[in-house]
């Protein structure tokens, strides 16, 4: 079974239209996460979502939006899409590492590539 | 800000040897250090986590060292084998978002 799966795994599209990815974890972790990896495969913070809280990144345009709709599942929708979206988008689920004190080690899905023409 | 730098972009080394990949933080020491690895068209796996307190950590091959005086944290792996190649991503954090540097490409030449 997979861990954290994110569906599509490859998006084409073209610039201006609206998309979605989704993902679910079956780990039963509270948080969850979106990360940017761009073309020099720099792996960027998005957004993360507790049971209780949205932390948004600031340097997130809001064309970007992330959805739960259960701490199981966390989507992320973009709208108006430009060239410079064109990335790997990974979520990401963490729990609490034992005997770590509180140090969360993330669990990534396969990565959904986004290709905008 | 904290940052996180892995100097190296890539990294070659012929099999049997040690790899020994560097990371650098700036500005405070970070409670956490964990390393990451990824391989080509995949999420980065989890490999180990070294607390601000402690020197060292060890996993099978895999040995990471945390130096506050150096603010660095140094990822070896011993007996180095093609099937090692991959890039390895550091982060700093422990109960907040990860933060990662832009990763080492390994390569373990035959």
């Known amino acids: 079974d997979t861990a954290v799966s994110q569906t599509p795994k490859y998006l084409v599209t073209q610039m201006g239209n609206d998309k979605s990815i989704k993902c679910e974890q079956n780990?039963?972790?509270?948080?969850m996460y979106w990360y940017k990896q761009d073309s020099k495969k720099f792996l960027k913070i998005m957004f993360s979502?507790?049971?209780?809280?949205?932390?948004i990144n600031e340097t997130v345009p809001n064309r970007f939006s992330p959805k739960s709709p259960d701490k199981a599942h966390l989507n992320l929708h973009i709208n108006s899409l430009e060239l410079g979206d064109s990335a790997v988008y990974f979520c990401?689920?963490?729990?609490?590492?034992?005997?770590?004190?509180?140090?969360?080690?993330?669990?990534f899905g396969a990565g959904s590539r986004l290709t905008v023409l | 800000s904290q940052k996180i730098e892995q100097n190296s972009e890539a990294l070659n080394i012929q099999e049997g040897k040690t790899a020994t990949l560097t990371c650098n933080y700036t500005n405070y020491s970070p409670a956490y250090l964990q390393w990451y690895r990824q391989d080509p068209g995949r999420g980065p796996v989890f490999l180990l986590l070294?607390?601000?307190?402690?020197k060292e950590k060890r996993k099978e091959r895999l040995k990471v060292t945390f130096d506050t005086t150096l603010k660095q944290s140094l990822f070896h792996i011993t007996a180095s084998q093609p099937a090692d190649s991959a890039t390895y991503l550091c982060a700093q954090g422990g109960n907040t978002p990860l933060v990662f540097g832009k990763g080492t490409r390994l390569s373990v030449i035959a």
């Open positions: 979502y507790n049971n209780k809280e949205l932390i």
């Open positions: 780990l039963g972790h509270d948080t």
């Open positions: 070294i607390r601000e307190n402690e």
């Open positions: 990401a689920s963490s729990q609490v590492l034992r005997g770590s004190s509180g140090a969360n080690v993330l669990t």
